[in-house]
């Protein structure tokens, strides 16, 4: 009874995800922890929120550090403590979405935002927008990024955004006419 007692109260820190406790006939204590893994971090109150892939809250932290950057248009909850789940299904979707990007596009410096009609935004590390469009369907259309991207930055083509969200089609709107020129 005492190792289950034990092991309920590691299992409630907010980095914990699961603990187990045993006590062997020698009297030696195993332990068991499996830790949450730090996926995200979204921005709150001039800090970071930083959340595991269930949306559990880990910590708060002043900067991202090297996790990519999720948000929700008009998210704003009222009070979060660490080993809480963000109630915003937006955040779950941004979560979803960020799992169905291909792996050069996940990046440290990489911003993926959830609109409030729930399309995906994503803006990578080098300033590039992207809208993917509904989360429906989007790992087709994200396949396409990797090569989308290398293209443009091997043309050092200066873009407003690059969209995706119709099927079969890819849209590019340079940048105006002002703005225009060799990216950086």
Partial sequence: VVPDRAARRIAALPRVAEAAVTVGLDGRVTLFVRERTPQVAVPHRGGYLILDRSAIVLDVAPRPGRLPVVSAEGFA????????????????????????????????????????????????????PVRLGAARGLPQRAALLPDLLDALRARRLAVEYLDLRYAGSVVLKPLAAERAGERP
């Fill in 77 to 128: 909850p009222a009070w979060v403590r660490a080993g809480s789940r963000l109630p915003d299904r937006r955040i779950d979707t941004a979560l979803r979405a960020l799992e169905d990007l291909p792996e050069g596009v996940r990046a440290a410096g990489m911003r993926l935002r959830v609109t409030t009609d729930e399309e995906v935004v994503l803006v990578t590390p080098d300033g590039i």
